[in-house]
């Protein structure tokens, strides 16, 4: 920039954040012993990862990425307290990565992990009992549980356990709405048996593109100067003042553009 133009403006120091430290501290702070080397090799994985995979929309290996494994690793230190901490971190990574990678990145993937974690074997999840109850489900609904469907499937459940908030994102017809909906009723029936602690499940769907952003979120009336609230916001406080220990999904079911889902960050 020109002199004189710059004297107008005020310079601003940014710094990036110290992942390796604050991975570190976080890790301590949920109980972790070897906190300092597994923060270093989670620091590793992502800078890895994003050299390594191919480039998508939806990959992101940054703070927020970096948080929700922790998140998870916290989760599976207290259901685990005597594990191996390197198998805890590495099911936290797993867990947490592996949906949204695209089938040619997993191999690679795989093959970070390995490195990183020499030696370390993962045991076997325990799906039996939701298993059982989604293959019932589909075949109440007559559909076919390819092993596909069914590891997906496992994987949105195990997304749904660590974050507050997901995306399903695929092409039309790659059974995106069956797998909830299975889902779904696979935690109603584990509820009715009393199975995984597991809750029924209430679900709100909103076409988010079939009305205006201000009936969606609630908009401020030009003319009377009131408030009034969206269709968003009525679900929501519904949800919010039930008392019963239900799971409750919010589903936006739609395309993803930049008007509402940049609102929705906002929320």
């Known amino acids: 920039l020109p002199d004189n133009l710059k004297a107008l403006f005020r310079t601003v120091a940014m710094m990036v954040p110290d992942y390796g430290m604050i991975a570190e501290i976080m890790l301590y702070s949920c ?3 070897d906190a300092r080397p597994l923060a270093i090799k989670l620091v590793a994985t992502y800078k890895l990862c994003s050299e390594q995979l191919s480039s998508q929309s939806h990959y992101d290996y940054g703070m927020r990425a970096v948080i929700s494994v922790l998140r998870a690793a916290g989760a599976v230190k207290l259901k685990f307290p005597d594990q191996d901490e390197s198998i805890l971190m590495l099911i936290s990574l797993k867990d947490v990565n592996l949906p949204k990678f695209l089938a040619p990145d997993i191999p690679l993937f795989s093959n970070i992990l390995s490195d990183l974690f020499p030696g370390v074997k993962l045991p076997e999840p325990d799906y039996d009992h939701m298993r059982k109850s989604l293959l019932q489900e589909c075949d109440r609904a007559n559909l076919q549980p390819t092993p596909v469907f069914l590891e997906k499937t496992f994987q949105l459940y195990e997304m749904i356990l660590v974050r507050h ?18 889902l779904a009723a696979a935690l109603a029936d584990l509820n009715a048996q009393g199975l995984l602690e597991e809750n029924k499940v209430k679900v709100v769907v909103i076409n988010p593109k079939s009305i205006y952003m201000g009936q969606l979120y609630g908009q401020f009336d030009p ?6 609230d969206g269709v968003l916001a009525k679900k929501f406080r519904e949800c919010a003042v039930d008392t019963t220990p239900d799971r409750k999904w919010v589903m936006f079911d739609g395309p993803v553009d930049a008007v509402w889902i940049e609102n929705m960050n906002t929320v």
């Open 31 to 33: 109980g972790y012993l």
């Open 165 to 182: 908030g997901l995306m399903i994102v695929g092409y039309s017809y790659g059974a995106k709405t069956s797998m909830w909906k299975m």
């Open 223 to 228: 003319v009377s100067h009131e408030w009034q």
